[in-house]
């Protein structure tokens, strides 16, 4: 399991506060079946997180995990929100990057932003920048006009769902919302959103298992989801097509 979005790096934004709570949640990832994980800090105006700050926490919690003797690979990112994802250098996105490569994780707002989400993933493709949305199914700007979430994964970018999503963690609408996403073959890839072991804890496995059983979809979904398709978008490689669904459903959506 390759989970492409936490908040494991600690005291930088709304995860754990301290490195205990960090190393508790890496414990609570590997129980879960993960083995690689990508700290996805917030980058925005809402936490003072700075970019080229990152690589060196990134090592010290590398250094914990280690010494604890937890076996989970931490490796680098950001989340970026659209709110600052315009004013940043080039070598500042290099540095919130999944994995050093050349994949970023954007950020799906949560108040509805107009075209701007549009504007944003065409600006970091002319940089040379793959998109990840991450939990789209949760922001109001998709949620009333699917079409335009169909239209960017068109142009080139990747959806990403919080596996809390499929268990209702998030409500009813994004429950229906994401598991439309999945009956029509829709999403590369469904990670935590993890912020601590216990509350917003890094379970994604069992969850993505059980969906792709009962909503009849292809079992070899839940390796896509989970690793073929993460791996891919943190390696720089081509993303493989998703297994063809049992169900063959086409994307439909009424809130």
Known sequence: MIDLHSHVLPGLDDGPESLDGSLEL???AVAAGTRVMAATPHVGLRYPVRPAELAGELAHLREAVARAQIPLDVTGGGELAPSAAADLS???????????????LLECPFVRVGGLMTALVTHLQHHGFRVLLAHPERS??????PAALAALVAAGAYVQITAASLTGGFGRTARRYSLALLDAGLVASVASDAHDAVVRPPTVLTIVDEVVRSRGLAPATTRFLTDSAPHALLTD????????SARRARWTWRR
């Open 26 to 28: 890496a414990r609570a």
């Open 90 to 104: 080039v070598e500042d996105l290099r540095a919130i990057a999944l994995g050093a490569g050349s994949c970023i």
């Open 140 to 145: 109001p700007e998709f949620l009333p006009d």
């Open 237 to 244: 490689s081509p993303v493989p097509a998703a297994p063809a």
